[in-house]
């Protein structure tokens, strides 16, 4: 049985930082994407970053580029999402997902995820 197990969010005021945190369980091998997505209110739900445990791929959303860091360490198949100057516009619930796909694009172009993790909410907020 496949789990993510996500840790991490909570409040921050705008420009302040916060770090994700994903295990995964479960799968046989390193052939999945890991990510995150996130539901924003009066949006629908968008990919946030993924990374690939097979190859060297990344994926971000335009919006969060150049502010959040995606990273993985295969031995613990755990996967880590550092946010910075973060934005009231990121506030949502983000969800560790899982997909058995080789590259970390497939989050780009579908939310057709094999797993989710159970969501953390982030506020932003002053």
């Known amino acids: 049985q496949v789990q993510l197990v996500e840790s991490g969010g909570g409040l921050v005021q705008p420009g302040g930082s916060l770090e994700f945190v994903c295990k995964a369980s479960?799968?046989?091998?390193?052939?999945?994407?890991i990510g995150w997505f996130r539901q924003v209110p009066g949006k629908g739900r968008e990919a946030v970053s993924c990374?690939?445990?097979?190859?060297?791929?990344?994926y971000y959303a335009d919006s969060v580029k150049g502010r959040f860091t995606i990273s993985r360490n295969e031995a613990k198949n755990t996967a880590y999402l550092k946010m910075n100057s973060l934005r009231s516009e990121d506030t949502g619930v983000y969800y560790c997902?899982?997909?058995?796909?080789?590259?970390?694009?497939?989050?780009?172009?579908?939310?057709?995820?094999?797993?989710w993790g159970a969501g953390t909410l982030i506020t932003v907020s002053s």
């Open positions: 997902v899982a997909k058995v796909a080789l590259s970390a694009y497939v989050c780009e172009y579908t939310d057709d995820m094999d797993f």
């Open positions: 479960g799968l046989i091998d390193d052939e999945y994407t």
């Open positions: 990374i690939s445990m097979y190859e060297d791929s990344q």
